[in-house]
Nanobody, 120 residues
Framework: QVQLVESGGGLVQPGGSLRLSCAASGIIFRIGVMGWYRQAPGKERELVATITRGSITNYADSMKGRFTISRDNAKNTVYLQMNSLKPEDTAVYYC??????????????WGQGTQVTVSS
Protein backbone atom coordinates (compact mmCIF):
# COMPACT_ATOMS: atom_id res chain seq x y z
CA GLN A 1 0.00 0.00 0.00
CA VAL A 2 1.24 3.47 -0.91
CA GLN A 3 0.48 6.63 1.02
CA LEU A 4 1.10 10.30 0.28
CA VAL A 5 1.17 12.53 3.34
CA GLU A 6 1.17 16.31 2.96
CA SER A 7 2.27 18.87 5.53
CA GLY A 8 3.02 22.56 5.76
CA GLY A 9 -0.34 24.17 5.15
CA GLY A 10 -1.79 26.87 7.35
CA LEU A 11 -2.87 30.49 7.62
CA VAL A 12 -0.64 33.18 6.12
CA GLN A 13 -1.03 36.87 5.40
CA PRO A 14 -1.12 38.18 1.83
CA GLY A 15 2.42 38.49 0.51
CA GLY A 16 3.66 35.76 2.81
CA SER A 17 5.21 32.39 2.09
CA LEU A 18 4.56 28.74 2.86
CA ARG A 19 6.38 25.53 2.02
CA LEU A 20 4.37 22.37 1.48
CA SER A 21 5.87 18.89 1.67
CA CYS A 22 4.52 15.56 0.52
CA ALA A 23 6.20 12.29 1.41
CA ALA A 24 5.40 8.97 -0.24
CA SER A 25 5.69 5.77 1.74
CA GLY A 26 4.89 2.09 1.35
CA ILE A 27 5.84 -0.39 -1.35
CA ILE A 28 7.63 1.82 -3.90
CA PHE A 29 9.91 0.71 -6.70
CA ARG A 30 10.02 4.02 -8.55
CA ILE A 31 8.20 7.34 -8.56
CA GLY A 32 7.55 9.09 -11.85
CA VAL A 33 5.90 12.46 -12.19
CA MET A 34 4.91 14.18 -8.95
CA GLY A 35 2.74 17.24 -8.68
CA TRP A 36 0.56 19.61 -6.74
CA TYR A 37 -3.06 20.46 -7.45
CA ARG A 38 -5.47 22.69 -5.58
CA GLN A 39 -9.19 23.06 -5.12
CA ALA A 40 -10.86 26.23 -3.90
CA PRO A 41 -14.41 26.21 -2.49
CA GLY A 42 -16.94 25.90 -5.29
CA LYS A 43 -14.29 25.37 -7.93
CA GLU A 44 -12.82 22.40 -9.75
CA ARG A 45 -9.44 20.95 -8.84
CA GLU A 46 -6.71 22.61 -10.89
CA LEU A 47 -3.07 21.98 -11.68
CA VAL A 48 -0.48 23.95 -9.73
CA ALA A 49 2.78 22.35 -10.87
CA THR A 50 4.38 19.05 -11.83
CA ILE A 51 7.94 17.74 -11.78
CA THR A 52 9.45 14.72 -13.48
CA ARG A 53 11.94 12.37 -11.90
CA GLY A 54 14.64 14.29 -13.76
CA SER A 55 13.33 17.60 -12.31
CA ILE A 56 11.71 18.97 -15.44
CA THR A 57 8.99 21.27 -14.16
CA ASN A 58 5.68 22.59 -15.45
CA TYR A 59 3.59 25.34 -13.86
CA ALA A 60 0.12 26.75 -14.28
CA ASP A 61 0.43 30.26 -15.69
CA SER A 62 -0.91 31.98 -12.57
CA MET A 63 1.76 30.33 -10.38
CA LYS A 64 4.79 30.99 -12.55
CA GLY A 65 7.36 33.15 -10.79
CA ARG A 66 5.70 32.76 -7.38
CA PHE A 67 5.67 29.00 -6.77
CA THR A 68 8.59 26.58 -7.04
CA ILE A 69 8.21 22.80 -7.13
CA SER A 70 11.12 20.54 -6.25
CA ARG A 71 11.70 16.94 -5.20
CA ASP A 72 14.12 14.74 -3.32
CA ASN A 73 14.13 11.33 -4.96
CA ALA A 74 16.09 9.76 -2.10
CA LYS A 75 13.36 10.80 0.33
CA ASN A 76 10.41 10.15 -2.03
CA THR A 77 9.30 13.70 -1.27
CA VAL A 78 8.01 16.60 -3.32
CA TYR A 79 7.92 20.20 -2.14
CA LEU A 80 6.05 23.34 -3.11
CA GLN A 81 7.55 26.69 -2.10
CA MET A 82 4.86 29.35 -2.34
CA ASN A 83 5.86 33.02 -2.23
CA SER A 84 3.92 36.27 -2.65
CA LEU A 85 0.74 34.50 -1.66
CA LYS A 86 -2.59 36.08 -2.57
CA PRO A 87 -6.07 35.57 -1.11
CA GLU A 88 -7.03 33.78 -4.34
CA ASP A 89 -4.42 31.13 -3.55
CA THR A 90 -6.64 29.96 -0.69
CA ALA A 91 -7.50 26.32 -1.36
CA VAL A 92 -6.92 22.74 -0.32
CA TYR A 93 -3.63 21.66 -1.88
CA TYR A 94 -3.28 18.04 -2.95
CA CYS A 95 -0.15 16.07 -3.68
CA UNK A 96 -0.19 13.68 -6.65
CA UNK A 97 2.31 11.04 -7.75
CA UNK A 98 2.66 8.28 -10.32
CA UNK A 99 4.19 5.36 -8.44
CA UNK A 100 5.32 1.94 -9.53
CA UNK A 101 5.31 -0.65 -6.74
CA UNK A 102 7.07 -3.30 -8.80
CA UNK A 103 8.57 -1.69 -11.91
CA UNK A 104 5.97 -3.15 -14.26
CA UNK A 105 3.19 -0.55 -14.09
CA UNK A 106 2.37 2.83 -12.57
CA UNK A 107 -0.65 3.89 -10.51
CA UNK A 108 -1.71 7.42 -9.63
CA UNK A 109 -1.96 8.32 -5.96
CA TRP A 110 -3.35 11.35 -4.14
CA GLY A 111 -2.67 12.78 -0.73
CA GLN A 112 -5.41 13.76 1.70
CA GLY A 113 -4.93 17.48 1.12
CA THR A 114 -3.65 20.34 3.22
CA GLN A 115 -5.49 23.64 3.71
CA VAL A 116 -3.79 26.88 2.73
CA THR A 117 -5.58 30.07 3.76
CA VAL A 118 -4.28 33.49 2.72
CA SER A 119 -5.97 36.21 4.71
CA SER A 120 -5.19 39.30 6.75
Amino acid sequence: QVQLVESGGGLVQPGGSLRLSCAASGIIFRIGVMGWYRQAPGKERELVATITRGSITNYADSMKGRFTISRDNAKNTVYLQMNSLKPEDTAVYYCNANISPSGTYYDTYWGQGTQVTVSS
